[in-house]
C-alpha cells in the first residue's frame, strides 16, 4: 500500500545561495527506520527531477531521528537573481511531502 | 559572572513584526533582546540606499523598533543587540540619539565596526559558487564579512544600553552575550559550539514558536495571530531553556525545534560561523513543561581560519506581469495567454519565465498533473541589463485584457532592480573589527 509521505512525516526547506537544504522528520518517532530505508537521496532527486539540477546529498542523524537532503544547484540562480515564484524555495517542503512510498 | 541569562529574539528578519519585541521587553524579565534584521541581500540593497544618500543604509523600520522599543528596554535596563545597522550602522546611531532626544530618554549606543570590505576587493577574487572572477557578475555594490563574536565583545564591555552592528554571522549575536556575561574562554570550541547551536535554534525568532511549522492538519499551532517571539535561559555548562512569554500564542516543542535546529544547515556536523564550526548532531531536546524546552549537548572545533564574505552585484531588472483566469477553460484560456507572451516578447529577455499560479507556479508541472484549479493566474517573468526592456513584460500583460483570450482579469504588473550576491573567503588576519561609542 502506498501512502503519502505528508501523512507520516514534517519537512522544512531552507536555503544557502542555489542550494536547497530539505529536513525530514517522521511525525511519529518509530517511523524514522521507515524513512531512513524509503527516502534515499537517488529518490529525492528523482521526485523533485524539474527542480534539482546537482547533486543531492543526505544526512543520516539517528540522534533527533532526522534525515537532511542538501541539494546543490536547485534553485535556479539562488534567491538574490532568480525568476521563480519562489525564489527561496521555501514551498519545497511541502514537494518532498507529496513523494509516495 | 552571572550564573544564567535570558535572551530573547525579537526579530528574525529585515520586515519582522514588532509587537512580539514590545511583548518579549515587557514580560520576558530579560537581559538582552536581539533583533535579527538582515539577509543575504539585504545589506546590498541597504548599501545602495546609503550611495544615495549617506544618511540612510540602516534598517528602514529601525525607526520605528526603537520608537516603540527604547522606552521599555531603559525601564526593565534590557541591553539590545541588533544588526539593524546594516550598511550604515553610524548613521544608524545618530538615529536612535535623534529618537531618544524626541522621547525625553537619554541612551548609549556602542556601534561595531568592520564588517564593510568593499575598498578591499579587486574584484579578481574568486567567486565561491561558481569560481569565477567577481568582477564578471557585474557591477559591484557591497561587500561585508560576517563578524562574529569578537568584534561584538568590546561592544558589550561598555555600559551601552544599545549594541548596534552591521553584517555578523547571527548566531554570534546570541552567543556574544554569553561569552561576556557566563565568563565562557571563547577559544572553548566545545562551549562555543553548545552556545551557536542555541543562538541558531532562535534567531529566526518565530520559526521556533511555531512560524513556518504550522499546519491544521498534521501540525496544529494555537492562536497563530498572537504568535509569541522565543526566550533562551542559557547556564554557565552551554545548556539552555526555550520559552515563551505565558499568554501569547504559539508552540515550542521538540517538532518546532528540529526544523529550526536543521533550517539552512548544510551539514549537521560542520557549521561554519565565525566562531566555531559547530557540530548539531548530538544536540539533546527535551519538553521539560508546556512551551519549555531544555536543550543540552552539542560541540564545536575550533573556529576557521577565513571568514565569508557576501559580495551585491548589480544584476539588471526583473520585469513581471500577472493576469487571471476563472470557470470554463480556465487553464485552457491561461495557456493560451502564456504561449502569446511567449511569441510577442520571449525571445528578447535574458531569462524568460512562464508561470501558472494556482497550478505549477511553486512545484512545476510533474505533481501538479491531473489537478484542476477553478481559476489560474499567468505570471510572465523577464530578466535583462536593460529595464526599459523589462517594462514591457508588464505591458504586455496588461495589454492581454483587449488583445489576448477571453475572461482576462486582475492585471498587475511589477518592476524590481536585482541586486545579487555571492560571496568569497577573506582571511580573518585582513579584518579590523573596531567599535565607536555613541552617547545623548
Known amino acids: 500500500m502506498s501512502q503519502k509521505l505528508a501523512d507520516i512525516a514534517h519537512s522544512r526547506a531552507g536555503d544557502k545561495g542555489n542550494t536547497l537544504v530539505l529536513s525530514l522528520f517522521p511525525l511519529e518517532e518509530k517511523n524514522y527506520e521507515l524513512l531512513v530505508e524509503k527516502v534515499t537521496a537517488d529518490k529525492v532527486k528523482q521526485h523533485l527531477a524539474h527542480q534539482l539540477k546537482g547533486s543531492v546529498i543526505r544526512h543520516e542523524i539517528p540522534e533527533l531521528k532526522a534525515l537532511l537532503f542538501t541539494c546543490e544547484s536547485a534553485l535556479a540562480s539562488g534567491v538574490t537573481t532568480s525568476l521563480a515564484m519562489d525564489a527561496h524555495g521555501k514551498s519545497l517542503s511541502y514537494a518532498l511531502l507529496e513523494m509516495r512510498i | ?440
Not at chain 2, 32 to 44: D, F, G, K, P, S
Not at chain 2, 87 to 95: D, E, L, V
Open chain 2, 1 to 440: 559572572m552571572a550564573e544564567k541569562i535570558r535572551i530573547g529574539c525579537g526579530a528574525g528578519f529585515s520586515g519582522d513584526r514588532l509587537e512580539p519585541a514590545l511583548i518579549l521587553t515587557e514580560k520576558g524579565n530579560l537581559d538582552y533582546l536581539v533583533l535579527e534584521c538582515l539577509a543575504e541581500r539585504t545589506i546590498a540593497l541597504a548599501q545602495k540606499r546609503k550611495q544615495l544618500d549617506p544618511n540612510a543604509g540602516y534598517d528602514v523600520l529601525l525607526e520605528r523598533r526603537i520608537e516603540g522599543l527604547l522606552p521599555l528596554l531603559l525601564k526593565h535596563k534590557t541591553r539590545l543587540i541588533t544588526n539593524m545597522g546594516a550598511a550604515n550602522p553610524i548613521a544608524g546611531a545618530k538615529k536612535i540619539l535623534e529618537i531618544a532626544k524626541k522621547l525625553g530618554l537619554k541612551v548609549k549606543i556602542a556601534v561595531v565596526l568592520g564588517d564593510d570590505v568593499f575598498e578591499q576587493l579587486s574584484g579578481e577574487e574568486l567567486s565561491l559558487e561558481g569560481n569565477q572572477p567577481l568582477n564578471s557578475y557585474g557591477k559591484l555594490v557591497s561587500a561585508n564579512a560576517y563578524l562574529g563574536v569578537e568584534a561584538i565583545l568590546p561592544a558589550l564591555a561598555t555600559d551601552a544600553q544599545i549594541i548596534l552592528t552591521g553584517r555578523v554571522a547571527d548566531p554570534s549575536l546570541f552567543l556574544a552575550p554569553m561569552v561576556h556575561e557566563l565568563g565562557w574562554d571563547k577559544e572553548n570550541s566545545d562551549l562555543m559550539g553548545k552556545g551557536t547551536v542555541l543562538g541558531h535554534l532562535m534567531e529566526c525568532a518565530g520559526q521556533i514558536t511555531g512560524g513556518y511549522f504550522a499546519d491544521p492538519v498534521s501540525k496544529p499551532v494555537p492562536n497563530m495571530h498572537i504568535l509569541g517571539h522565543p526566550i533562551l535561559e542559557v547556564s554557565r555548562d552551554g545548556g539552555g531553556i526555550i520559552s515563551k512569554v505565558d499568554g501569547t500564542g504559539g508552540l515550542i516543542n521538540t517538532q518546532t525545534a528540529k526544523e529550526q535546529l536543521l533550517y539552512e544547515v548544510l551539514d549537521p556536523g560542520n557549521y561554519f560561523t565565525p566562531d566555531t564550526v559547530a557540530d548539531f548532531r548530538s544536540v539533546r531536546l527535551e519538553e521539560i513543561g508546556p512551551n519549555k524546552l531544555k536543550v543540552t549537548g552539542g560541540t564545536g572545533k575550533p573556529k576557521p581560519e577565513t571568514l565569508k564574505v557576501s559580495v551585491g552585484y548589480q544584476a539588471g531588472w526583473i520585469g513581471e506581469g500577472e493576469i487571471s483566469y476563472a470557470g470554463a477553460h480556465a487553464v485552457e484560456r491561461a495557456k493560451l495567454a502564456g504561449e502569446i507572451i511567449q511569441k510577442r516578447i520571449g525571445n528578447l529577455f535574458d531569462e524568460f519565465r512562464v508561470d501558472y499560479i494556482g497550478l505549477s507556479s511553486l512545484h512545476g508541472e510533474s505533481l501538479s498533473q491531473g489537478s484542476a484549479p477553478y481559476e489560474v493566474r499567468l505570471r510572465i517573468a523577464g530578466k535583462s541589463k536593460n529595464q526599459a526592456l523589462t517594462q514591457l513584460v508588464g505591458e504586455e500583460v496588461e495589454a492581454l485584457y483587449t488583445n489576448g483570450p477571453a475572461g482576462g482579469g486582475g492585471a498587475r504588473k511589477f518592476l524590481n532592480e536585482i541586486i545579487g550576491v555571492v560571496s568569497i573567503l577573506m582571511d580573518r588576519t585582513q579584518i579590523h573589527p573596531t567599535i565607536q561609542v555613541f552617547e545623548s
